[in-house]
Structures are given as structure tokens and as C-alpha cells.
């Protein structure tokens, strides 16, 4: 079973930061990475699929890349609606593994 | 428009079987690539991928809780019924349902259900 690590757990930042999370896998996943944002007591949202890929409406501030088994997720200045956890998902195989979440919080 | 909506128990007490039922609109299991699967989230805790059916029938599970689940679907209704046996303490969550698109992510998700395990 595959395995999905995010790093770190909890980010603190403010308003116009860049910010940057980590994603590693136990094994190569190639680009079956997604990554969703969740806020407290909503179902999460698909940001972007295939490692890169915009879902529609997903704002051009939030980008993503990485192969094989390390992957980021970037938002190039973080506005106020950013302010949530965020996870990635390896959808390769037979298997969905979700990683354990990076909470990002108000500086 | 695709929506999905959860609905079932909300407290089941420890032995029992939890029965789950997702019932979707705006996309029908008859088109090939449909699929829907489950993902739960304890409280305060990640998210947990739990099954996933195929508009095929192909049915993938998760392997930590294969010997415990059950999925299935009902085309003409629109539904898809997952079973959880054996609750345990353990497994009280959110119970999401979410449809699979072409691309393999779940990009619309219901609104989730809240299922606690207690005697």
C-alpha cells in the first residue's frame, strides 16, 4: 500500500507570503497526485489533478509540481480564503491515499 | 450540475454493521468512466480513502479495512450503498461520498455524514 507524506504538519503565514508544502511518497506514483483544500466543517475541494493541472476556477495563485515520488504544492501569495488544511492524494493503482494534512494558519 | 448527497445513522453502537447510502444526480453510472467512491475523516484527523465502484462494477477497497466493507451500487436509483461492519469506537467520522472523474480525483463531493460509534 502506498504510502503519502506531507510536510510540514502546520505552516504559519501571513497575508502575501509564498508558501510551499510537501508531498512524498513510499513509492513512484509517476503524476497520479492530486491535491484538495478543506476548511473546517466543509467536504474538500480538488485544487489540482496530474501533478500540475488546474481543476476549473482553481485561482493561477496555486501551483504544483514534482514526479516519481516528491511533489509541491505552491501558493505564490497567500490571500485570506487560503487560510485551511490542505492534502495530497495519489490516485495511481488501485488504491486513493490521502497524506495526513498541512494545516495552513494566520500568522 | 453533479451533486451527491450521504445519508444513514448517525450513532451505531460497537458490532454493529453501518450502512451508508449515496445518493447522486447529474451524471449516471450507465456512461462509461463514472465512478463513485467513500472517504471518511475522524475528528480532528485526516482523510481516509475507503472504497470506490466503477460504473463496470470494478469495486477497488482500501486494504486496512478490506475484510470489513462492502460496496455496491443500484444504476436505476442512482445510489451507491457502502456496509462497515464490526463499528468500533474507532471508525466514528465524517462519512463523504465523492464522484470519480475522468481524470481518477474525486472532484465533487457530497456534504458529508456524522457517524458515532457508542453504546
Known amino acids: 500500500d502506498i504510502q503519502m507524506t506531507q510536510s510540514p504538519s502546520t505552516l504559519a503565514a501571513s497575508v502575501g507570503d509564498r508558501v510551499t508544502i510537501t508531498c512524498r511518497a513510499s513509492?513512484?506514483?509517476?503524476?497520479?497526485l492530486a491535491w484538495y483544500q478543506q476548511k473546517p466543517g466543509k467536504a474538500p475541494k480538488l485544487l489540482i489533478y496530474?501533478?500540475?493541472s488546474l481543476e476549473t476556477g482553481v485561482p493561477s495563485r496555486f501551483s504544483g509540481s514534482g514526479s516519481g515520488t516528491e511533489f509541491t504544492l505552491t501558493i505564490s501569495s497567500l490571500q485570506p480564503d487560503d487560510f485551511a488544511t490542505y492534502y495530497c492524494?495519489?490516485?495511481?493503482?488501485?488504491?486513493?491515499?490521502f497524506g495526513q494534512g498541512t494545516k495552513v494558519e494566520v500568522k | 450540475q453533479i451533486t451527491l448527497k450521504e445519508s444513514g445513522p448517525t450513532l451505531v453502537k460497537p458490532t454493529q454493521t453501518l450502512t451508508l447510502t449515496c445518493t447522486f444526480s447529474?451524471?449516471?453510472?450507465?456512461?462509461?468512466?463514472?465512478?463513485v467512491g467513500w472517504i471518511r475523516q475522524p475528528p480532528g484527523k485526516a482523510l481516509d480513502w475507503l472504497a470506490l465502484?466503477?460504473?463496470?462494477?470494478?469495486?477497488w477497497y482500501s486494504p486496512s479495512l478490506k475484510s470489513r466493507l462492502t460496496i455496491t451500487k443500484d444504476t436505476s436509483k442512482n445510489q451507491v450503498v457502502l456496509t462497515l461492519t464490526n463499528m468500533d469506537p474507532e471508525d466514528t467520522a465524517t462519512y463523504y461520498c465523492?464522484?470519480?472523474?475522468?481524470?481518477?480525483?474525486?472532484?465533487?463531493w457530497g456534504q458529508g455524514t456524522m457517524v458515532t460509534v457508542s453504546s
Open positions: 496530474r501533478v500540475s
Open positions: 465502484i466503477h460504473w463496470d462494477d470494478d469495486k
Open positions: 492524494q495519489q490516485y495511481g493503482g488501485y488504491s486513493k491515499t
Open positions: 447529474g451524471f449516471s453510472f450507465s456512461a462509461s468512466g463514472v465512478g
Open positions: 465523492a464522484h470519480l472523474d475522468a481524470q481518477g480525483t474525486f472532484d465533487i
Open positions: 513509492q513512484s506514483i509517476d503524476a497520479w
